[in-house]
């Protein structure tokens, strides 16, 4: 009976597909790497993060060709690695890549992308507004496409889903929760927030079951629909 357990339990590992979800990344893949290796994954499974993953970011494009090689080749195994954008982005060098194709397992999410993870229907939306844009160089370390469109809200079907993937979460969620979500270093500052009031739009478009988020820097499930996450992952079920 118990090697009949064992041998099931092989199967199962063999055919095992899991979808892991965390938050910002900032070009430091550290994370990515040791929870691929810890968790075992292999092509079968996905990773998604949720903006800033700060990939594209140098000009010369030397940091991403250095994780592309990591990822690719010197990982024994490796899950597809799918990100949204955020507001930590080269989009001059995001833009380049036909498709949002980086390699063949690192996947760029564009707005208003609808796919199926887990067979669940998610819809992606990334962009949100940088707090600290005031102290950064357009085209350098600033790119006014983090903002959220209208355009990009009227790429999103308004249908049922199960799931929606934002950076930045709508307005009327982070003004309930400002305490949480906003920054202790820039409390009181008025920001621009054109991109969460774009995400109150597509949240009254849309009918959904769970919206996870990043870009707050905090790790928490606001309330049963609600979930920003940073450096915790979470499994898709
Ligand atoms: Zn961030």
């Known amino acids: ?34 929870f691929t290796i810890r968790m075992d994954l292999k092509e079968t ?8 993953m700060g990939l594209c970011w140098r000009k010369n494009g030397e940091d991403l060709k250095k994780f592309v090689y990591r990822w690719e080749e010197k990982l024994e195994k490796r899950p597809y690695l799918y990100f949204i954008d955020g507001n930590h982005e080269n989009f001059d060098l995001l833009k380049t890549f036909k498709d949002g194709i980086i390699s063949s397992h690192i996947h760029w999410l564009r707005r208003g992308t609808v ?19 005031f102290r ?7 790119w006014e496409d983090e903002q959220i469109t209208q355009e990009d809200i009227d790429k999103c079907p308004a249908e049922d889903f199960d799931y ?28 621009d927030r054109t991109s969460e009031e774009m995400l109150d739009k597509l949240k009254n478009k849309i ?14 499930d606001l309330d049963d629909k ?3 996450l940073y450096n915790n992952w979470k499994e898709l079920l």
């Open 1 to 34: 009976m118990q090697t009949l357990y064992t041998y099931v339990d092989f199967l199962k590992g063999l055919v095992y597909m899991g979808t892991y979800i965390t938050g910002d990344c900032h070009g430091i893949f550290e994370k990515l790497i040791l």
């Open 45 to 52: 499974d996905n990773i998604i993060v949720l903006g800033d």
């Open 115 to 133: 796919s199926y993870f887990e067979g669940k229907k998610c819809l992606f939306i990334g962009g949100a507004d940088s707090i600290d844009k």
């Open 136 to 142: 950064r160089i357009k085209h350098l370390s600033w």
């Open 164 to 191: 929606v993937f934002s950076h930045a979460c709508p307005y009327s969620v982070f003004a309930d929760n400002t305490a949480i979500l906003g920054d202790p270093h820039f409390a009181g500052e008025e920001f």
């Open 207 to 220: 009918q959904f079951k769970h919206w996870w988020f990043g870009h707050y820097h905090k790790d928490i």
């Open 226 to 228: 609600f979930c920003c």
